[in-house]
């Protein structure tokens, strides 16, 4: 059973899946699809919003 390989985001050549690295062009976490990383820029950007709102309300 060899690992299940997936094309990396970036540079579209396959890569083993969940590598933290391509090994091809250097990009971070190239198996983690575009939608996931969506989510999470979202999600950083409210939790940014949340503490701001909460530090604006301590003032
Ligand atoms: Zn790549």
């Known amino acids: 059973m060899s690992k299940k390989q997936i094309p990396c985001r970036y540079c579209k ?3 083993d899946d969940g590598v933290k690295r391509c ?3 250097g990009t971070h976490n190239p198996t983690i699809g575009v939608k996931k ?17 909460v530090l604006q309300m301590l003032h």
């Open 37 to 53: 990383a969506m989510v999470w820029t979202v999600g950083a950007i409210i939790a940014f919003y949340l503490i701001g709102f």
């Open 23 to 25: 090994p091809h062009c």
């Open 13 to 15: 050549q396959e890569v």
